[in-house]
């Protein structure tokens, strides 16, 4: 199955919550799948980066304009949970088991600027 951008950001947006439930792994998985792409048995967030790649993302540079379909990582910040973020852009919006208000998922994340990596499948 090829990779449908809007069918993943789609899925993303119509089962997002209204908060978070610390399942953005999960609905991000499930979004991807729904777009074409298949990924499973990685449970951190943090580590979806490589499986991103092994299936035809790469990662943009700074600077460059966000189309849906874009995949944020997120790396965890000290206090905060060890498992990172994921995130999937919809052309509007940053979601992953909520619509987020921002490329960061929170508060710590807004705060501490982890290290993050955004990967695009054109």
């Given amino acids: 199955m090829s990779w449908n951008p809007n069918a993943a ?10 908060s978070s439930h610390s399942l953005c792994a999960t609905y991000v998985r ?6 074409g792409v298949d990924i499973s048995g ?12 092994r299936n035809g993302f790469i990662v943009l540079g ?9 995949v944020i990582v997120i790396q965890p910040y000290p206090g905060g949970n060890s498992s ?12 992953s ?3 987020q208000r921002d490329i960061w998922a929170g508060p710590g994340f807004r705060a501490s600027k982890p290290p993050q990596k955004i990967y695009r499948r054109d």
């Fill in 9 to 18: 950001s789609n899925y993303a947006r119509q089962n997002a919550m209204s």
């Fill in 30 to 35: 499930h979004a991807l799948h729904a777009g």
């Fill in 42 to 53: 990685i449970q951190d967030a943090k580590d979806y980066g490589p499986a991103l790649e």
């Fill in 62 to 70: 700074s600077g460059q304009t966000l189309k849906a379909g874009d």
């Fill in 84 to 95: 990172g973020h994921i995130a999937i852009y919809d052309g509007n919006n940053w979601y």
């Fill in 97 to 99: 088991d909520f619509r």
